[in-house]
């Protein structure tokens, strides 16, 4: 009898041992508002990023990777459900994902693998300031609020300060450790996640509780990393030429006031810099894995939410469809995959939910708005070869721009239509002749316009779900603003946009009345409370 069980025990291990050789693990490290054309030339010559360069060397690069949406929790909301932003009517970075949603990390530990989430995770609903919130919710007020602080540098430490983002370094610490402790354990494949704050801009202290990130904080050592005279200064559009939504964003991010060349290119070479110290942590998770003996049969994906503009197009942070805010770095390494490879196929976020499962041998259910990615960069011919779409959707309905937005990239065009499709002129750019995006050209090309917003409208409503989203912002500022009860003039006075509200209170206070005043059942709401 003995004997019986020990033989079932040695197969069964066996078995297992040749599942796992078969289903390798998998890291992800991704960072926030890292812009992806860094991740390739000529970008990547501006900075020394070499732990992405070793993945670029060794895996393959994405030239072309997009976020869904531009800015943090519904980026990573579409890129954990692998649906669309509009699917999971993740609107703002308050409304996301439920709690209990489904995500790739939850089928790779239901089908057999250990699993860590580490770090910035920021998918679900109820999280951000207050402030972020009711930006978001008021946008189509008739007023006009600067809502950020003035986007500043900041030069912190010596040449021996390397460690600055002090909450990243303790996450990546802590994945260092976990990966040591699972090379010593069983044969099961893991699946580890690692987030990332940086190179995201910090908060500025001094403007008080409320503040926005608009400090570009580094140190001596990591400005040695970046290349300055390498570093560009972005060509502007007058202010009186901007698009409307372009205008309102630049204003609102306090950046309409005047910036010397000095001040933009000092803004651009330390986030350069805070790009580095971004790069170090993903080379520490490499090297432990590395020194485990893991990297072999690891699969470590870079990624990012989205970009940062750094000043190009007068804005800094987000919130944006030009490309420095909207494309971000995907870069893929692992067993059996490509090595060098540059693949230009358009992708974006939604494709890792698909790709991660395909990786691990697990057959994608539900209705998934991706496409794997394994088929373009894998060296197996075992691999599904099903063509990937040639056009990626990305869309905004947050703070910061004062129109819900929508962004199609196929071939050489970028079409942007925005709210229900008349009442904001639409954006045409074409990325092969004009790369800073400063030609809307769609008045050149009105069949361009008209095939695009018709493949537009075959993916999306979109001005169904602007209307959504409208009605959305009404009802939940509305239930906000009854919450408050008699603190309500007070508290939406000191909220990030308080020294322009401070101004003329009062006539700020009757433009929101006169906002809501508009859906008579968001008015009927209010009046209830």
């Given at each position: 009898?003995?004997?019986?069980?020990?033989?079932?025990?040695?197969?069964?291990?066996?078995?297992?041992?040749?599942?796992?050789?078969?289903?390798?693990?998998?890291?992800?490290?991704?960072?926030?508002?890292?812009?992806?054309?860094?991740?390739?030339?000529?970008?990547?010559?501006?900075?020394?990023?070499?732990?992405?360069?070793?993945?670029?060397?060794?895996?393959?690069?994405?030239?072309?990777?997009?976020?869904?949406?531009?800015?943090?929790?519904?980026?990573?909301?579409a890129m954990w459900s692998g649906r669309f932003v509009h699917l999971t009517e993740s609107w703002n970075n308050y409304k996301c994902l439920d709690a209990n949603a489904t995500t790739w990390m939850d089928e790779l530990?239901?089908?057999?693998?250990?699993?860590?989430?580490?770090g910035k995770m920021d998918y679900t609903s109820g999280s951000h300031s207050v402030s972020n919130r009711v930006e978001a919710w008021t946008r189509d007020v008739q007023f006009l609020l600067r809502q950020e602080g003035r986007p500043v540098s900041q030069l912190v430490g010596n040449m021996s300060t390397k460690r600055i983002m002090k909450e990243d370094w303790k996450n990546t610490d802590k994945a260092t450790k976990w990966i040591h402790q699972m090379a010593a354990r069983s044969q099961q494949p893991f699946a580890l996640y690692l987030g990332l704050?940086?190179?995201?801009?910090?908060?500025?202290?001094?403007?008080?509780?409320?503040?926005?990130?608009?400090?570009?904080?580094?140190?001596?050592?990591?400005?040695?990393?970046?290349?300055?005279e390498l570093v560009s200064i972005p060509k502007w559009l007058p202010m009186a030429a901007m698009h409307p939504v372009d205008y309102y964003s630049t204003f609102?991010?306090?950046?309409?006031?005047?910036?010397?060349?000095?001040?933009?290119?000092?803004?651009?070479?330390?986030?350069?810099?805070?790009?580095?110290?971004?790069?170090?942590?993903?080379?520490?998770?490499?090297?432990?894995?590395?020194?485990?003996?893991?990297?072999?049969?690891?699969?470590?994906?870079?990624t990012a939410d989205h970009g940062e503009l750094a000043m190009e197009h007068r804005q800094f942070y987000k919130m944006s469809m030009f490309e420095g805010s909207s494309h971000v770095?995907?870069?893929?390494?692992?067993?059996?995959?490509?090595?060098?490879?540059?693949?230009?196929?358009?992708?974006?976020?939604?494709?890792?939910?698909?790709?991660?499962?395909?990786?691990?041998?697990?057959?994608?259910?539900?209705?998934?708005?991706?496409?794997?990615l394994l088929p373009l960069i894998s060296k197996s011919s075992n691999i599904s070869k099903k063509q990937h779409p040639n056009w990626v959707l990305s869309e905004y309905h947050g703070?910061?721009?004062?129109?819900?937005?929508?962004?199609?990239?196929?071939?050489?065009?970028?079409?942007?239509?925005?709210?229900?499709?008349?009442?904001?002129?639409?954006?045409?750019?074409?990325?092969?002749?004009?790369?800073?995006?400063?030609?809307?050209?769609?008045?050149?090309?009105?069949?361009?316009?008209?095939?695009?917003?018709?493949?537009l409208r075959s993916i999306v409503d979109y001005p169904k779900v602007s209307t959504n989203v409208h009605l959305y912002n009404k009802k939940a500022f509305s239930a906000w603003r009854c919450?408050?009860?008699?603190?309500?003039?007070?508290?939406?006075?000191?909220l990030r946009w308080h020294v322009d509200?401070?101004?003329?209170?009062?006539?700020?206070?009757?433009?929101?009345?006169?906002?809501?005043?508009?859906?008579?059942?968001?008015?009927?709401?209010?009046?209830?409370?």
């Open positions: 009898m003995f004997l019986i069980i020990l033989m079932f025990f040695l197969q069964s291990y066996g078995h297992s041992v040749s599942q796992n050789v078969s289903r390798p693990n998998i890291v992800m490290v991704m960072s926030d508002a890292f812009d992806g054309r860094l991740s390739f030339d000529p970008g990547s010559k501006v900075v020394q990023l070499p732990y992405i360069n070793y993945l670029r060397e060794l895996g393959s690069t994405f030239l072309n990777a997009y976020t869904n949406s531009p800015i943090c929790c519904p980026s990573r909301a530990e239901r089908n057999g693998y250990n699993t860590k989430m580490m704050n940086l190179p995201h801009p910090y908060k500025t202290q001094s403007l008080g509780p409320t503040a926005g990130g608009s400090t570009f904080r580094t140190s001596p050592y990591w400005l040695t990393k970046v290349s300055s609102t991010k306090n950046c309409s006031g005047d910036f010397s060349e000095e001040e933009v290119r000092r803004i651009r070479v330390f986030y350069y810099a805070m790009c580095a110290e971004a790069d170090a942590m993903l080379g520490q998770i490499i090297s432990a894995l590395r020194e485990t003996g893991l990297l072999n049969n690891t699969v470590v994906m870079f770095p995907l870069l893929i390494m692992g067993p059996r995959l490509m090595s060098g490879l540059q693949v230009n196929q358009i992708v974006s976020l939604v494709d890792l939910y698909p790709t991660l499962l395909e990786i691990a041998g697990i057959s994608a259910i539900g209705n998934l708005s991706g496409h794997s703070s910061n721009a004062n129109a819900s937005t929508y962004m199609f990239r196929i071939g050489q065009w970028k079409y942007i239509a925005y709210a229900d499709g008349l009442s904001v002129p639409p954006q045409l750019f074409d990325l092969t002749l004009d790369k800073d995006e400063l030609h809307n050209v769609i008045l050149r090309f009105p069949e361009v316009q008209a095939h695009l917003d018709k493949l919450s408050l009860g008699g603190n309500y003039s007070q508290v939406i006075a000191n509200w401070q101004k003329d209170a009062l006539a700020h206070e009757k433009a929101v009345d006169k906002w809501l005043s508009g859906s008579l059942e968001t008015f009927y709401d209010y009046n209830k409370c």
